[in-house]
């Protein structure tokens, strides 16, 4: 059930989620923003909302990169 307002976003949330922090192999629970809400039994940490960012490093370094070329291009 999502919220009218949200509903345009969800998925997006959702798949991003998947991607970068439920992660079919190794779930990165301690950076995962529901862990108090999930059901799953074998999380792989006992240490909620732990300060790890939501992204691997890679995808953010990435993103840095692509923010420099489109700049670079203005
Ligand atoms: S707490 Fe649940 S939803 Fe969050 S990463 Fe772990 S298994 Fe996935």
Redesign the pocket.
Known sequence: MVPDKWKRNAHHWLIL?GRY??IARK???EA?V??DL?A?PA??TVTPLAKAPAKPRRAAAKKRKVRAARKARR
Do not use: D, E, I, S
Request: hydrophobic residues 15%; charged residues 15%; contains cysteine.
């Open positions: 989620h922090v439920c779930p990165r629970c995962c529901v862990n999930c799953y999380k792989t």
